[in-house]
């Protein structure tokens, strides 16, 4: 888990590298283009499988969640400082949480909803409404964990319909499709530099997926969701030292509130010995 946090902290470091010049749709769809080149090895084994329609529906309908949330992601990183997306992409467990018990029934309780509204209090102490401006950056990233949340549930329910392997397979076919038209609205042809920065992103991605899915079958998800959370650590650090972002002290302190509430939401899951609900924070980005 700790080589799988750095991995997604330089998914951070190479997006923001990217830039603005090329639109964040077409960035995001670049990439995932570029990562279904990892899917080559088992397009014969995905021929054979024969979904039905309601579970081709559901993979369509994470798809799309997932589609708006890697674009708005793309977005967000390219307009705020590290430690701020690394701080508010902490909310996607929380929404999770709070889908979970509005769509599939999970009970929500009494700590659940203080952890809920503590994690909330978090979101507010970095976005400081009314004391700083919030940017369209900001706002994005809001919407970017909402999104991922919605993609999360959905794939909760297609764990019990379908493998894995097709779970992941069909998220990266569905999001090329979708955000195909996006990128060609406003296409930029890239440099053959970002091309390389885009293959960086997709190479390392697809690095940190495959080391948590290790860690995952190691350990717990009470053992390994704590060490997520050195993303901040390294995000902050990251941000000062390479791209010259000042340390902002609430973005820290936010991003701290929210780690102790999805900590505890992990911890009671752990100690109720229920089904984790909650998703590790790496899995919610692109």
């Known amino acids: 888990m700790v080589v799988t946090g750095l991995q997604f902290v330089g998914v951070t470091a190479l997006v923001k590298t990217l830039g603005t010049r090329i639109p964040a749709p077409e960035a995001a769809f670049l990439r995932y283009v570029l990562g279904l080149l ?17 579970v081709m529906a559901l993979f369509g ?116 499709i979708g955000l195909a038209p996006l990128a060609v609205m406003n296409w930029v042809w890239p440099t053959a530099w970002e091309m390389l920065i885009l293959f960086g992103v997709a190479c390392v991605a697809t690095g940190g997926h495959f080391t948590m899915t290790l860690a995952f079958r190691a350990a717990p998800l009470a053992v390994t969701q704590p060490v997520t959370f050195l993303q901040l650590v ?13 340390i902002d002290p609430f973005v820290v302190l936010g991003g701290l509130v929210i780690v102790g509430a999805v900590s505890f939401i992990s911890w009671r899951e752990a100690v109720l010995k229920g089904r984790a609900v909650t998703p590790p924070v790496p899995a919610t980005k692109g």
């Open 61 to 176: 309908l994470r798809g799309l969640a997932h589609t708006v949330g890697v674009a708005l992601w793309f977005y967000a990183m390219a307009r705020i400082p590290i430690a701020d997306v690394t701080a508010m992409n902490y909310l996607s467990p929380i929404y999770v949480t709070l889908g979970a018990a509005l769509f599939l029934g999970e009970r929500l309780a009494a700590r659940r909803i203080l952890a809920i509204v503590v994690a909330l209090l978090g979101a507010l102490i970095i976005l400081r409404p009314g004391f700083r401006e919030v940017g369209t950056g900001h706002l994005a990233m809001l919407f970017t964990a909402i999104f991922f949340g919605a993609s999360y549930l959905t794939a909760k329910r297609l764990s019990q319909e379908a493998g894995p392997g097709l779970v992941v397979a069909m998220l990266s076919i569905t999001v090329t």
């Open 234 to 246: 390294w995000a902050v650090a990251l941000g000062a030292l390479v791209f010259g972002e000042g």
């Open 38 to 54: 990892f899917l080559l090895p088992v397009l014969g084994q995905l021929r054979r499988l024969r979904p039905g329609g309601r």
